[in-house]
């Protein structure tokens, strides 16, 4: 495709001199371009599209990277990122050593926060402000925060103390109405109602300036004048709340009206203190398909353009969908099942509860914490809640799943989708720390499926519980085995899937049991026998299984999507050495760094977790062993 416009822009300064006809014409040009683009790649399109003229004008308007633009969750800095001398690199968007689908401090000197969970950018703002005024430099900073992106509780916090402090800052609210799903919540409604009530825009010079000449004579006449004026002001004045919080509010403002965006963004210049421009976008907007289904656009792998159909689909099924399909059967039988979202019912799984159980399915927005904790207030009242969450984003709820649900030994299930490497999402979303901060929490039983049926059952096994539970499960699909032969899920027990010798003993967690039995069937081969054992409990332990296979065999073996520090692995060596095995084992895990994104068969290759590199792993320790034990006794 020919970009006449896009082509010549290799740095923001290049937008500077083109008339308003020809911005209109790079907007069309950089849509059809991301379009193009993230139909290969696959990446965060719908909201992308939504932010063009937005970021046309940011970049118009202002000096970047003097000036400095925070991306919230930065999902939607594609444009940012063309617009500053990455276009050429769009090919390699989030694969292995490629452009990162987030902003990122080291890949250019126009991204000033690395971003990827929500609600982070007040607060960052914030603090460049105030690091800005100490160091008596006069740059501008602005936010960029999306409605979804402002239902997280951070971004409350920022600006209840933004407000206060009075230091200029600019927050642009990118107001879809849209989440990845149809935004929620009180602010929503308030959102939409400036939107929707055109009176607002229309009377608020006028109004402000109303108000301000009433007149204040006597003290009963000042306090009843006083009240008119909030009623009036409440009445009339749109985005209220933020100016009651210390912003001076601008909007609503067509955010696809590159004029209008620039001028709205002059004007926020001149004003001292915290601004708030309210800007009203389509997400997904000049793709037709993205427009009609927001959700499903939101993040796409790659796709045919004309069709907006997916270049590959799976026959089989995801560990997400079968912890919803799960929870919905459950659903049926018992009442006291509800489930908590927080901003993700696609991703987890909880489409089809969500619509048979409407009184039972809650989406709080991007609120982890509170998710935890009004999970735990249900249990609290005898219910039996539910909280599918990414892995990563329970990071957000930690305190609360101590404080709120473990010592008080309530039975809230946590099912930690996506745990373990996720792939082209990158360091900010790898599910790999679970392990290490959740299991040594006292009262909290903690699981690992091996695949969908183990989930189910073990999903099963939780609501029978009477304290909390986690269940970890990884991005991605899952066999669906329709057999009869299961192990009852019994607590503290793991399984042995697998024997052919003593050589060595591999313990797989989850689904890496599979990984685990290739390479020790291409083992086989080289005369090495050994046994798999299934976990199954991260938490607790299967001790005596474990002891018993570890004292029978030569050495011992973990294999572990998660790192290292503090993981699976180690507990396993703890536990020998308590019991005074004095037996080597080696943990295959990831190692103590923030894994970069790519796809995910990519990096498990890249950090010797492929079925091939445990393969040669194991072989070459093995070998090494032999050749050690030789050095040793000459
Ligand atoms: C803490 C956290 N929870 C959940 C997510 C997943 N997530 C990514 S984008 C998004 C929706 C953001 O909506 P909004 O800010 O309005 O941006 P839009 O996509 O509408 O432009 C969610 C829930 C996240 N990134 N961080
Ligand atoms: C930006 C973000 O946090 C989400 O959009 C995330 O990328 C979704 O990941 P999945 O594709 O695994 O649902
Ligand atoms: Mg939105």
Same mark, same amino acid.
């Given at each position: 495709m020919m970009y006449t416009y896009l082509s010549k822009i %290799?740095? =923001?300064?290049? #937008?500077?001199? #083109?008339k308003d006809e020809e911005i209109e014409i790079l907007a069309q040009e950089i849509r059809d371009f991301l379009i193009e683009s993230v139909s290969k790649t696959g990446g965060h399109l719908a909201s992308n599209l939504g932010v063009v003229e937005l970021t046309l004008a940011l970049h118009m308007m202002f000096d970047s990277p003097k000036d400095k633009i925070i991306w919230d969750v930065g999902h939607q800095s594609y444009i940012h990122k063309i617009l500053s001398g990455r276009r050429d690199f769009f090919n390699t968007l989030r694969q292995y050593k490629g452009l990162s689908g987030f902003p990122k401090r080291n890949e250019s000197p126009h991204d000033h926060f690395d971003t990827g969970h929500s609600s982070t950018s007040i607060s960052a703002a914030l603090g460049m402000a105030f690091a800005r005024d100490l160091k008596k430099e006069t740059h501008s900073i602005v936010a960029v925060i999306g409605d979804g992106a402002l239902t997280g509780g951070m971004a409350f916090e920022a600006l209840n103390h933004a407000g206060q402090s009075k230091k200029n800052i600019l927050v642009v609210l990118n107001d879809n109405e849209m989440s990845i799903s149809q935004n929620v919540g009180g602010l929503s409604d308030y959102l939409s109602r400036i939107r929707t009530t055109p009176i607002y825009s229309k009377v608020k010079g006028d109004m402000e300036n109303l108000i301000s000449h009433i007149p204040a004579i006597g003290k009963s006449v000042v306090k009843t004048a006083e009240k008119a004026k909030d009623c009036i002001k409440y009445f009339f004045v749109p985005g209220v709340l933020f100016e009651e919080l210390g912003f001076t509010y601008i909007g609503p403002i067509d955010g696809h009206n590159f004029g209008a965006m620039c001028k709205a963004l002059k004007q926020s210049k001149n004003i001292s203190g915290p601004v708030l421009l309210h800007v009203l976008t389509k997400k997904g907007k000049g793709y037709k398909h993205a427009e009609a289904f927001p959700d499903e656009y939101h993040g796409v792998s790659p796709f045919k353009v004309d069709s907006g159909k997916p270049l590959s689909t799976s026959s089989s099924v995801g560990f997400s969908d079968i912890a919803g399909q799960t929870l919905v059967e459950a659903g049926e039988k018992d009442n006291r099942i509800v489930a908590i979202t927080a901003a993700m019912p696609l991703g987890t799984g909880l489409a089809t509860f969500a619509e048979r159980f409407p009184d039972r399915f809650f989406d709080v927005g991007i609120a982890e914490q509170h998710a935890v904790t009004l999970a735990a207030g249900f249990a609290s009242e005898g219910y039996k809640p539910f909280f599918p969450v990414y892995s990563t984003f329970l990071q957000r709820g930690y305190d609360q799943v101590i404080h709120d649900v473990c010592i008080q030994n309530l039975p809230v299930t946590l099912l930690l989708d996506r745990a373990g490497i996720v792939g082209n999402d990158g360091e900010t979303h790898h599910g790999i720390f679970d392990i290490s901060f959740l299991s040594c929490v006292p009262n909290l039983t903690f699981m690992a499926p091996r695949d969908g049926k183990e989930l189910k059952h073990m999903i099963n096994y939780a609501i029978k519980q009477n304290g909390p539970v986690a269940i970890r499960y990884p991005r991605g699909n899952t066999e669906v085995i329709e057999t009869d032969d299961f192990n009852e899920i019994v607590t503290g027990r793991g399984e042995i899937v697998y024997e052919s010798g003593k050589d060595a003993l591999i313990i797989a967690l989850g689904p890496m049991y599979k990984k685990a039995l290739d390479a020790c069937k291409r083992l086989e081969k080289r005369g090495i026998y050994s046994t798999v054992l %299934? =976990?199954?409990?991260?938490? =607790?332990?299967d001790e005596f299984l474990i002891l018993q296979y570890a004292n029978k065999c030569k050495r011992i073996y973990t294999i572990e999507d998660h790192i290292k520090h503090g993981g699976f692995g180690s507990q396993v060596v703890s536990l020998l050495n308590e019991h005074n095995i004095m037996k080597e084992v080696k943990i295959l895990a990831y190692p103590d760094v923030f894994i970069e994104h790519g796809d995910i068969n990519t990096l498990m290759e890249y950090y010797n977790l492929s079925s091939s590199k445990l393969y040669d792993e194991i072989e070459k320790d093995l070998k090494s062993k032999k050749f050690n034990r030789i050095a040793m006794t000459r």
């Amino acid at each position: 495709m020919m970009y006449t416009y896009l082509s010549k822009i %290799n740095g =923001p300064e290049d #937008l500077k001199d #083109l008339k308003d006809e020809e911005i209109e014409i790079l907007a069309q040009e950089i849509r059809d371009f991301l379009i193009e683009s993230v139909s290969k790649t696959g990446g965060h399109l719908a909201s992308n599209l939504g932010v063009v003229e937005l970021t046309l004008a940011l970049h118009m308007m202002f000096d970047s990277p003097k000036d400095k633009i925070i991306w919230d969750v930065g999902h939607q800095s594609y444009i940012h990122k063309i617009l500053s001398g990455r276009r050429d690199f769009f090919n390699t968007l989030r694969q292995y050593k490629g452009l990162s689908g987030f902003p990122k401090r080291n890949e250019s000197p126009h991204d000033h926060f690395d971003t990827g969970h929500s609600s982070t950018s007040i607060s960052a703002a914030l603090g460049m402000a105030f690091a800005r005024d100490l160091k008596k430099e006069t740059h501008s900073i602005v936010a960029v925060i999306g409605d979804g992106a402002l239902t997280g509780g951070m971004a409350f916090e920022a600006l209840n103390h933004a407000g206060q402090s009075k230091k200029n800052i600019l927050v642009v609210l990118n107001d879809n109405e849209m989440s990845i799903s149809q935004n929620v919540g009180g602010l929503s409604d308030y959102l939409s109602r400036i939107r929707t009530t055109p009176i607002y825009s229309k009377v608020k010079g006028d109004m402000e300036n109303l108000i301000s000449h009433i007149p204040a004579i006597g003290k009963s006449v000042v306090k009843t004048a006083e009240k008119a004026k909030d009623c009036i002001k409440y009445f009339f004045v749109p985005g209220v709340l933020f100016e009651e919080l210390g912003f001076t509010y601008i909007g609503p403002i067509d955010g696809h009206n590159f004029g209008a965006m620039c001028k709205a963004l002059k004007q926020s210049k001149n004003i001292s203190g915290p601004v708030l421009l309210h800007v009203l976008t389509k997400k997904g907007k000049g793709y037709k398909h993205a427009e009609a289904f927001p959700d499903e656009y939101h993040g796409v792998s790659p796709f045919k353009v004309d069709s907006g159909k997916p270049l590959s689909t799976s026959s089989s099924v995801g560990f997400s969908d079968i912890a919803g399909q799960t929870l919905v059967e459950a659903g049926e039988k018992d009442n006291r099942i509800v489930a908590i979202t927080a901003a993700m019912p696609l991703g987890t799984g909880l489409a089809t509860f969500a619509e048979r159980f409407p009184d039972r399915f809650f989406d709080v927005g991007i609120a982890e914490q509170h998710a935890v904790t009004l999970a735990a207030g249900f249990a609290s009242e005898g219910y039996k809640p539910f909280f599918p969450v990414y892995s990563t984003f329970l990071q957000r709820g930690y305190d609360q799943v101590i404080h709120d649900v473990c010592i008080q030994n309530l039975p809230v299930t946590l099912l930690l989708d996506r745990a373990g490497i996720v792939g082209n999402d990158g360091e900010t979303h790898h599910g790999i720390f679970d392990i290490s901060f959740l299991s040594c929490v006292p009262n909290l039983t903690f699981m690992a499926p091996r695949d969908g049926k183990e989930l189910k059952h073990m999903i099963n096994y939780a609501i029978k519980q009477n304290g909390p539970v986690a269940i970890r499960y990884p991005r991605g699909n899952t066999e669906v085995i329709e057999t009869d032969d299961f192990n009852e899920i019994v607590t503290g027990r793991g399984e042995i899937v697998y024997e052919s010798g003593k050589d060595a003993l591999i313990i797989a967690l989850g689904p890496m049991y599979k990984k685990a039995l290739d390479a020790c069937k291409r083992l086989e081969k080289r005369g090495i026998y050994s046994t798999v054992l %299934n =976990p199954r409990f991260i938490k =607790p332990m299967d001790e005596f299984l474990i002891l018993q296979y570890a004292n029978k065999c030569k050495r011992i073996y973990t294999i572990e999507d998660h790192i290292k520090h503090g993981g699976f692995g180690s507990q396993v060596v703890s536990l020998l050495n308590e019991h005074n095995i004095m037996k080597e084992v080696k943990i295959l895990a990831y190692p103590d760094v923030f894994i970069e994104h790519g796809d995910i068969n990519t990096l498990m290759e890249y950090y010797n977790l492929s079925s091939s590199k445990l393969y040669d792993e194991i072989e070459k320790d093995l070998k090494s062993k032999k050749f050690n034990r030789i050095a040793m006794t000459r």
